[in-house]
């Protein structure tokens, strides 16, 4: 068994950075471009159809209650 040994501030320094920066090029993309679209579709008045289109799926066959019920 290797021996247990105490991390250089400078290894997790790099590793912290690594994982930052994995997120910012991976993730905030994909947060920006689903904000976009539904800013888009509320602005067209879009998200009402989206929901009622939803509604089925996310009701009856994930058995997700409705809203204040």
């Known amino acids: 068994m290797p021996p247990i ?3 250089l501030v ?3 320094a790099a590793k912290t950075m690594a994982r930052i920066e994995w997120y ?3 993730a905030v993309p994909l947060f920006l471009a ?5 800013f ?4 067209l008045s879009l998200l009402g ?3 009622a289109a939803g509604e089925p799926v996310v009701h009856h ?3 997700f ?4 019920a």
């Open 5 to 7: 040994r105490r991390p």
């Open 10 to 12: 400078r290894n997790l």
């Open 24 to 26: 910012l090029k991976e």
């Open 34 to 38: 689903g904000t976009i679209l539904l």
């Open 40 to 43: 888009g579709l509320d602005r």
């Open 49 to 51: 159809a989206v929901h």
């Open 61 to 63: 066959l994930l058995g």
């Open 65 to 68: 209650a409705r809203e204040g």
